[in-house]
């Protein structure tokens, strides 16, 4: 890949970093997408400042600092990936990549060193650990020498073991951060960490409340406050947490309602109990207006909140909530676009996910369902879309008001959404067209396929099944027809709708052992002779079509354990092979991920470099075939009785 670098199972450092994502490298900068969807991380080229290396665990990480102070990490790179990505990142980014080793002696004796928002503890001029200071929740001096740091712990769902404060000593000899009569260093250590983590005194005021918010998930009625780094939930239970944790904000008005959803995605979610939430909805009145003043000081907001937060608000509450989120999150907002309108002139489709009704949002880069469950489906990571016409019990579902939408994933999860009214398809199907989705319907049926089937009024639908039993009841032909219907599914229609006779058309064998039976309800035996008779050709074939497989069943034989092994392809050659190698390269990958990569391999070989594995493939099928023709000769006498007995 001349133009671009992208890597599998890269880990994100620093908060919540323990998710997989995809990492892709090009001239633009640095993106990385988290495995599912969820948290973006996008670096641009001209916001780096330098790129190094670092040797960790099984891997190498490589740690990205930016001209505004921060660090970015990613982690699980292979050797091999470091050399040829230092050539790429030197050309196209503009830096030279640096190697930076680890302090590995196990001494705790340093120094300690501020560079932008990063805390580096420093052994024999090499790192031993880093901190991000924007963790840091609070510092004080504890004695005379010694700097206490605790740090921020939320209710998101992060790994088992975080880090909940830290101790640092600082003698008066060290010659970074010199004291004098009045402050020892320690305290000028303490005052520079305060400054640069902007943090507070614990339980300080928020910069912005809004009282008893409607929020659907987690469900009740909470006291929301805003403050610099975090954000609390009141209510029945109570929730804080970190902006670093916030990934996006939605604002998604209802149709024809009086009340519009805000939706804060976060990653990783959060947990009460054993059930976790990775969006929190809220629902705001549309038409209710607030007015509020921000309880911060001027000096930050005209520094480090120079155009991300005004002194005064007014307008409609869920506005002024958002932006104020907005501004000390840095969160980005979503918003529907004007490329979809449904046929009532809204923003969503009507629709039920796992026997729930809400609203379906067909968004720039995702599919939106609100309000439970809260589920969000980026485009990306959708596989296909399928429509699927559907009708209730008894009825075709050629004349059904209603059709399914089946999102099928690329991971193999699929989201069934179902009752949507056909006046919404062609604007589903128009959208869903342009976004370049693939549509399963139109590669296998033809474009018109779902189209003509949802066409007409109400009242219009025809079923062809019913209207050639129609014809036969006229006509008096009733025979077998070589026409499929394309509606019946004999595995899962066989217990039938409330219409469905087939429950009672087995009853007439008990006449056949004795006609007592008959004899004594002779009006309601003629009444099942005729409603029998009517049923259509299939329900027939059916029923012959499973007394055969019944009876290939029985003589089914099982397998014999000492018959010879069969033959390996080519392909399992080279996949016996190189999975080894590749789980070795690529720690913590799937199964499903080490077969994808092998068969994308062996597709990409040429016929030389398959020619050593269909050389073995040769070998063991003349193997095989020489062994089953002992085998055949060894086994003729008893197959020969085995047949004439069965005759």
């Given at each position: 890949?001349?133009d671009?670098?992208?890597?599998n199972?890269?880990?994100?450092?620093?908060?919540?970093g323990?998710?997989?994502g995809?990492?892709?490298i090009?001239?633009?900068?640095?993106?990385?997408?988290?495995?599912?969807?969820?948290?973006?991380v996008?670096?641009?080229?001209?916001?780096?400042?330098?790129?190094?290396?670092?040797?960790?665990?099984?891997?190498?990480?490589?740690s990205i600092?930016?001209?505004?102070?921060?660090n970015?990490?990613?982690?699980?790179?292979?050797?091999?990936?470091?050399?040829?990505?230092n050539?790429?990142?030197?050309?196209?980014?503009?830096?030279?990549?640096?190697d930076?080793?680890?302090a590995?002696?196990?001494?705790?004796?340093?120094?300690?060193?501020?560079?932008?928002?990063?805390?580096?503890?420093?052994?024999?001029?090499?790192?031993?650990?880093?901190?991000?200071?924007?963790?840091?929740?609070?510092?004080?001096?504890?004695?005379?020498?010694?700097v206490?740091?605790?740090?921020?712990?939320?209710?998101t769902?992060?790994?088992?073991?975080?880090?909940?404060?830290?101790?640092?000593?600082?003698?008066?000899?060290?010659?970074?951060?010199?004291?004098?009569e009045?402050?020892?260093?320690a305290?000028?250590?303490c005052d520079?960490?305060?400054?640069?983590?902007?943090?507070?005194p614990?339980?300080?005021?928020?910069?912005?409340?809004?009282e008893?918010?409607?929020?659907?998930?987690p469900r009740?009625?909470?006291?929301?406050?805003?403050?610099?780094?975090?954000?609390?939930?009141?209510?029945a239970s109570d929730?804080?947490?970190?902006?670093?944790?916030?990934?996006?904000?939605?604002?998604?008005?209802?149709?024809a309602?009086?009340?519009t959803?805000?939706?804060?995605?976060l990653?990783?979610p959060i947990?009460?109990?054993?059930?976790?939430?990775?969006h929190?909805?809220?629902?705001?009145?549309?038409?209710?207006?607030?007015?509020?003043t921000?309880?911060?000081?001027?000096?930050?907001?005209?520094?480090?909140?120079?155009?991300?937060?005004?002194?005064?608000?007014?307008?409609?509450?869920?506005?002024?909530f958002?932006e104020?989120?907005?501004?000390?999150?840095?969160?980005?907002?979503?918003?529907?676009g004007?490329k979809?309108?449904?046929?009532?002139?809204?923003?969503?489709?009507?629709a039920?996910?796992?026997?729930?009704?809400g609203?379906?949002?067909?968004?720039e880069?995702?599919f939106?369902?609100?309000?439970?469950?809260?589920?969000?489906?980026?485009y990306?990571?959708?596989?296909?879309?399928?429509?699927?016409?559907?009708?209730?019990?008894?009825?075709?579902?050629?004349?059904?008001?209603?059709?399914?939408?089946i999102?099928?994933?690329?991971?193999?999860?699929?989201?069934?959404?179902?009752n949507?009214s056909?006046?919404?398809?062609?604007?589903?199907?128009?959208?869903i067209?342009?976004?370049g989705?693939?549509?399963?319907n139109?590669?296998?049926?033809?474009?018109?396929?779902v189209?003509?089937?949802?066409?007409?009024?109400?009242?219009?639908?025809?079923?062809?099944?019913?209207?050639?039993i129609?014809?036969?009841?006229?006509?008096?032909?009733?025979?077998?027809?070589?026409e499929?219907?394309?509606?019946?599914?004999a595995?899962?229609?066989?217990?039938?709708s409330?219409?469905?006779?087939?429950?009672?058309?087995?009853e007439?064998?008990a006449?056949?052992?004795g006609?007592?039976?008959?004899?004594?309800?002779?009006?309601?035996?003629?009444?099942k002779?005729?409603?029998?008779?009517?049923?259509?050709?299939?329900?027939?074939?059916?029923?012959?079509?499973e007394?055969?497989?019944g009876?290939?069943?029985?003589?089914?034989?099982k397998k014999?354990?000492?018959?010879?092994?069969r033959?390996?392809?080519?392909?399992?050659y080279?996949?016996?092979?190189?999975?080894?190698n590749?789980?070795?390269?690529t720690?913590g990958?799937?199964?499903?991920?080490?077969?994808?990569?092998?068969?994308?391999?062996?597709?990409?070989?040429?016929?030389?470099?398959?020619?050593?594995f269909e050389?073995?493939?040769?070998?063991?099928k003349?193997?095989?075939?020489?062994?089953?023709?002992?085998y055949?000769?060894?086994?003729a006498?008893?197959?020969?009785?085995?047949?004439?007995?069965?005759?």
């Amino acid at each position: 890949m001349g133009d671009a670098h992208q890597f599998n199972n890269i880990l994100l450092g620093g908060r919540g970093g323990a998710n997989p994502g995809q990492l892709k490298i090009s001239s633009k900068g640095f993106s990385w997408r988290k495995s599912g969807g969820g948290k973006v991380v996008d670096v641009a080229k001209d916001d780096v400042k330098s790129v190094s290396w670092t040797r960790v665990s099984r891997s190498y990480q490589m740690s990205i600092r930016l001209k505004a102070g921060s660090n970015v990490k990613f982690t699980g790179f292979r050797e091999q990936d470091v050399s040829s990505l230092n050539t790429f990142i030197t050309s196209n980014i503009g830096v030279t990549p640096q190697d930076k080793p680890l302090a590995v002696s196990g001494r705790n004796w340093g120094e300690a060193e501020l560079e932008g928002n990063t805390l580096s503890f420093v052994v024999g001029g090499k790192p031993a650990f880093e901190i991000c200071v924007a963790d840091i929740s609070n510092t004080q001096v504890q004695g005379k020498n010694d700097v206490q740091m605790e740090f921020h712990v939320d209710d998101t769902a992060n790994e088992k073991d975080t880090l909940m404060e830290m101790s640092f000593h600082v003698p008066s000899t060290n010659t970074t951060f010199v004291g004098d009569e009045e402050r020892a260093s320690a305290q000028v250590f303490c005052d520079k960490i305060l400054s640069m983590a902007d943090v507070g005194p614990a339980g300080g005021e928020a910069v912005a409340a809004f009282e008893t918010v409607n929020v659907l998930t987690p469900r009740g009625r909470y006291l929301v406050e805003l403050h610099l780094s975090f954000l609390r939930l009141f209510g029945a239970s109570d929730f804080k947490i970190q902006y670093t944790s916030v990934a996006r904000l939605f604002v998604l008005p209802r149709s024809a309602q009086s009340s519009t959803y805000v939706v804060i995605t976060l990653d990783p979610p959060i947990r009460k109990g054993q059930t976790f939430y990775p969006h929190i909805v809220f629902q705001y009145p549309s038409e209710e207006i607030t007015e509020l003043t921000p309880l911060i000081s001027d000096e930050l907001l005209n520094t480090k909140y120079k155009d991300r937060l005004a002194p005064q608000y007014k307008g409609l509450s869920y506005e002024v909530f958002v932006e104020i989120l907005r501004g000390l999150s840095g969160a980005g907002i979503t918003k529907p676009g004007t490329k979809f309108r449904s046929s009532q002139e809204g923003y969503a489709v009507r629709a039920a996910l796992k026997a729930e009704e809400g609203l379906l949002y067909p968004l720039e880069k995702s599919f939106f369902f609100l309000p439970k469950p809260p589920t969000l489906i980026v485009y990306e990571e959708i596989d296909y879309v399928e429509f699927e016409r559907h009708g209730a019990a008894g009825t075709s579902s050629m004349s059904s008001k209603n059709f399914d939408l089946i999102l099928r994933l690329k991971t193999d999860q699929e989201h069934l959404f179902r009752n949507i009214s056909r006046n919404e398809y062609h604007s589903l199907f128009k959208f869903i067209s342009e976004k370049g989705l693939k549509i399963l319907n139109f590669q296998t049926q033809g474009s018109s396929a779902v189209a003509e089937a949802l066409q007409g009024s109400d009242d219009e639908g025809v079923d062809p099944h019913l209207e050639r039993i129609r014809i036969a009841r006229a006509t008096g032909d009733e025979g077998d027809s070589d026409e499929e219907d394309e509606d019946f599914v004999a595995d899962k229609d066989d217990e039938g709708s409330p219409t469905d006779d087939s429950g009672e058309e087995e009853e007439p064998d008990a006449s056949d052992s004795g006609g007592e039976q008959q004899d004594e309800r002779p009006v309601k035996k003629d009444k099942k002779k005729v409603e029998a008779s009517q049923k259509p050709a299939a329900t027939k074939k059916k029923k012959k079509d499973e007394e055969g497989d019944g009876d290939k069943k029985k003589k089914r034989r099982k397998k014999d354990p000492n018959a010879p092994k069969r033959a390996l392809s080519g392909f399992m050659y080279f996949s016996l092979a190189e999975r080894e190698n590749l789980k070795k390269s690529t720690p913590g990958i799937s199964f499903k991920d080490v077969a994808k990569t092998l068969g994308e391999r062996w597709k990409a070989m040429s016929k030389d470099e398959k020619e050593p594995f269909e050389s073995q493939a040769r070998v063991d099928k003349e193997r095989y075939t020489k062994q089953m023709q002992g085998y055949n000769k060894g086994n003729a006498g008893g197959s020969t009785a085995d047949d004439e007995s069965s005759d």
